[in-house]
């Protein structure tokens, strides 16, 4: 049977159970939601079995997720003899190439290792065949996440462990890293140090030129963290300055997302407001942040609310939904089971500008280890979310009725094209998830290209010479959007 003998996990159940609580994570932990090409999804998690069992037995497993029709079937992708957990995935901007990166203990001198293996997009093979195939990034690495930055996957992690101190005086990690694989899948540069000391669970997203790794900073003497944020350039290699752009925040609560239609990161973290019942810590509400590429903050905004540990920022354009931790609830520490009655709220964007659209209250009680998901149309918004009982599929209906996604918007039916300008590929977005023909027309007006689109959907465009074309869709004629392909 496999084990997890991950030392600070261990300490973490032991001072866990010293009150009668479960580390949940032994059931779940890492999800994300992959957009593919032709418009499905696939839906790559690591999980002890389905329905999961409580024994740190953890696989890796994917399923394609109609977005009509958001069924799981679960498919076993990556088994080794240890438990392969948090997975967290990426898709290159192509949609050509799927990246995955975990931690396990096998063969491990430092007790654990980070891992990674590079998939094409058609998911597939013997999921021991893919874990023998998987790589190394360091001995001793754990804790990991990676992002695509157009074609290349850049991925961050943690090494070490310092007991001691923090929530439940469970310690820290040691010191953040990051490594860089090319678009030919070549391991370019590893073991990057990004910021030495007792820095840890750093998560990162990536725009089509830079990543933003952001991570929980040590407070000597405190349970709360500070929120520290650089950027990076994997092509050349250059760091930005670190910056700290939030003390007292809630650990492990924060996340981070870039947002192709306004080209910026949106970061999301929770306020620790102290202690709370059985010492869990308690949230006091939350704060959002905007960062172009050269790492600048465009926009922040404060929120009564905070998010729910490992959650992601669903986006839709310029609308984002997030699962919600209500002001004076728990998610972490001594009071974590049980979960948080939290609904979502949604978010409006520009790219100066972060406004509270709505909040939806719902009696789900969201837990902690990870969540992620997408808009079916506009007004709904499917959830998947981790849960002892496994996978669970939530869905929530949005206002948005003033929804202004940008300068492409129309009232009708076809709602925005980005990138605009672009060179291989533009997503667009349709207010209807029913099928439409998207034709594509040049300047002369001879048709060039013609696919069958869904609400959100990714086109090559790659083929074309440079120039203005006309995209129209073929059942509503006076639909139509200019873009520029260069």
Known sequence: MKTKILLFIACFVSAINLIAQTDLREYQHGLDLLKLNNG????IWSSSSNPPSSAWTHDIFYSTINPLDPAITPVNWI??????????SAINASGTKIFCTWEDGYNAVNIVAQRYFQSDS??????????????MFLDGGHSGHVAAVGDYFVSTWVNGWIDGGGVDDLGSGDEVFLSVVNPSGTLIANNVSVAAGRQWWSDIAGSPSKACIIWQSFVTGQKYADLKMMIYDPV???KGSISTIMNNVLYYHYSIKYIPSIDRFLIIAS??????????RLCVGGKAFLVD??????SSQDFTDGIIRESQSIVDGTLVAQTRLKNGQSLFGNNSNGGNQGGIMTLKLTSSSITLSQIIDDTYAWEYMG????????????????AAAGVQTKTFTVNCSTYNINENKTQDYMLSIYPNPASNFITIQLKNPENEEIQIYNSIGQLVKEVVAIYNSKIDVSNLSSGIYCIKLKNHRNQTRKFIKL
């Open 122 to 135: 058609a998911l597939g093979g013997t999921s021991a065949n893919n874990y023998s195939n998987a790589s």
């Open 79 to 88: 088994s080794g003899t240890e438990a392969q957990e948090p997975a967290s």
């Open 271 to 280: 306020k620790d407001g102290g202690a709370g019942a059985n010492n869990g």
């Open 371 to 386: 969540n992620d998901g997408y808009f079916q149309n506009c007004s709904t918004v499917v959830v998947f979310s981790m």
């Open 293 to 298: 590429n050269s790492g600048t903050i465009t």
């Open 40 to 43: 499905s999804y696939y839906l």
């Open 236 to 238: 050349t290699g250059i």
